[in-house]
Each structure stands twice: as C-alpha cells, then as structure tokens.
C-alpha cells in the first residue's frame, strides 16, 4: 500500500508547534534513551508514548514519560527498507499482530484507542501482562532474527540449513528459562490462546513454526538489514540479555551467550569495512 506520509527530519523537529496525542516510538532499542528524552517535549500532557520495540524498553520508557503516559506495545509484523521511503512487508495483514498493554492502573482503559488504530494494518487487542508478552516476543527474536542474519540468509531459507532449527530451539528454551527467572509468564502472543502452550517444553517450537509461517518467503529480517547497512543490531538486547540474566542466577545460556559474541563480532567487522 503507498500514501502521502509527511516526513520531518530530526533537526527540523524544533520547528514543530503542536503536540501530539499519540507518539509510537519506533527506535532501535539501544536508542531508547535519547530518543526519548528528544521526544518528550512534544507529547501532550496527557499524550500517551507507544513503545513498539523489540527487547525490554517499556520500564525506561516509564521512568521517562511516567507510568501514566506510557503503554507497552508488541509488534509481530514483520517488513525490511531497501530505500528510503520504500517498504517492503514481509507479514500480510492477516497475520501481524499486535498487543497493547498498561504498566498501571493509570493508563486502563486507554489501550482500546490503540488497538483501534493499529487495527487498520493486522490484527490487535489488549493483553493483560504487557511485560510478559515482550518476553514472549524476546524469545522469538532470540531464536529468529541474529541466528538467521548469520547466515546471509531469508528466514525461510535458514531454518532449512542442517542443524539450524535445533540451534534455534535451544536458543529459545534458554530464553524461556531466564523469563521465568525474572517472573515472566508463559502467555499467548499473535493469535495464539493458551491451548497453544500448555506443554512448556513445546512452547518454542510453536512460536518458531507460528512465526516462520507468517513470513513472506525471502524476506530479510532486521538483523540482516543491519549488517547490510553496516548498523549493529539489537542482539546484545536479546541474545545478550537472555545470557546476562541466567549468569547473574548462577545459570548458563551457552548458545544465546555463543549468538551474541559470533553477533559483535560480525556487527564489528562490518563496521569496519563500512
């Protein structure tokens, strides 16, 4: 689909008069930050900041806006830019998702206005634990996104690589593991209910074969994209922090600790050549 989008440059942001209402943040998670901090000015006192990103942000998102201006977004569609301005969605209408959470009383209520818009491009509802829904989204992303753009290959393409789909279920199994050790529950994401994960040992074999069936076949995913354009990539905030967290419990994530040191070094090397 293609429209008229108005497109502001950072450095012409300050020449904004009006605040906004709605503000989906859409950063890298490694910018959330800043990013924020850049963006607050601008949103309406009683505005409402999306956080739609990968990994854990939406508490430094709190601790930035303030818990009743903040809501938890999980985005499960996926899409890559090859141009500026030309997207390319890999995830038909269908089969994207998104859930929209509160990480407090003060914001109840307010996440239907939410669904309502991102129900014009997939599927979107409430979810009740928004912080556990983030690790379940955490969990496909360690398993998917840097273990695939390792390879140079589409999503499609690496799951069928000999051994491949093993790696990414023992990835996935560590995830769950350090979710649950920091209270994470086990909950449904994209469509699927509860009868989906009642087996624990099953969980990430349902999410893998979910998520690689929504894909469009040859699609990159944003790993990939990243070390195409010599960006580093989010995998220290996935990988990395699947490792981190079972360290600090006196446990190990040996394959998630291996993905994130085989990530930096790759994100170096090609920082370098660029």
């Given at each position: 689909?293609?429209?008229?989008?108005?497109?502001?440059?950072?450095?012409?942001?300050?020449?904004?008069?009006?605040?906004?209402?709605?503000?989906?943040?859409?950063?890298?998670?490694?910018?959330?930050?800043?990013?924020?901090?850049?963006?607050?000015?601008?949103?309406?006192?009683?505005?409402?900041l999306?956080?739609?990103?990968n990994?854990?942000?939406?508490?430094?998102?709190?601790?930035?806006?303030?818990?009743d201006?903040?809501?938890?977004?999980?985005?499960?569609?996926?899409s890559?830019?090859?141009?500026?301005?030309?997207?390319?969605r890999?995830?038909?209408?269908?089969?994207?998702?998104?859930?929209?959470?509160?990480?407090?009383?003060?914001?109840?209520?307010?996440?239907?206005?939410?669904?309502?818009?991102?129900?014009?491009?997939?599927?979107?509802?409430?979810?009740?634990?928004?912080?556990?829904?983030?690790?379940?989204?955490?969990?496909?992303?360690?398993?998917?996104?840097?273990?695939?753009?390792?390879?140079?290959?589409a999503?499609?393409?690496?799951?069928?690589?000999?051994?491949?789909?093993?790696?990414?279920?023992?990835?996935?199994?560590?995830?769950?593991?350090?979710?649950?050790?920091?209270?994470?529950?086990?909950?449904?994401?994209?469509?699927?209910?509860?009868?989906?994960?009642?087996d624990?040992?099953?969980?990430?074999?349902?999410?893998?074969?979910?998520?690689?069936?929504?894909?469009?076949?040859?699609?990159?995913?944003?790993?990939?994209?990243?070390?195409?354009?010599?960006?580093?990539?989010?995998?220290?905030?996935?990988?990395?922090?699947?490792?981190?967290?079972?360290?600090?419990?006196?446990?190990?994530?040996?394959?998630?600790?291996?993905?994130?040191?085989?990530?930096?070094?790759?994100?170096?090397?090609?920082?370098?050549?660029?």
């Open positions: 689909m293609r429209g008229p989008v108005r497109v502001v440059h950072l450095g012409d942001v300050c020449t904004l008069h009006d605040e906004f209402e709605i503000v989906f943040l859409a950063f890298k998670a490694y910018d959330t930050a800043w990013a924020c901090h850049f963006i607050e000015p601008y949103l309406a006192p009683n505005g409402l999306v956080g739609t990103q990994a854990m942000t939406a508490d430094l998102i709190a601790e930035i806006f303030g818990p201006r903040t809501l938890g977004g999980v985005v499960e569609l996926g890559q830019v090859s141009e500026p301005g030309v997207v390319l890999n995830t038909e209408r269908a089969k994207s998702w998104f859930g929209v959470g509160s990480l407090g009383g003060s914001t109840a209520g307010r996440e239907e206005k939410i669904t309502e818009l991102l129900g014009n491009v997939g599927r979107a509802e409430v979810v009740p634990d928004v912080l556990s829904v983030k690790w379940m989204k955490l969990t496909v992303n360690a398993m998917m996104l840097a273990p695939v753009a390792m390879l140079g290959l999503n499609n393409e690496a799951v069928e690589v000999p051994g491949m789909r093993e790696v990414m279920l023992r990835l996935g199994r560590e995830a769950m593991e350090a979710g649950e050790s920091l209270g994470y529950s086990t909950v449904p994401i994209k469509g699927l209910g509860p009868e989906d994960l009642v624990r040992e099953s969980v990430p074999e349902v999410l893998l074969d979910e998520m690689h069936a929504a894909l469009r076949p040859g699609g990159h995913n944003t790993v990939l994209m990243d070390h195409l354009n010599g960006r580093r990539s989010e995998a220290a905030l996935t990988n990395g922090l699947v490792a981190e967290e079972l360290a600090r419990r006196g446990a190990e994530a040996t394959v998630n600790a291996a993905i994130g040191e085989i990530e930096t070094a790759v994100t170096n090397l090609d920082l370098i050549q660029v």
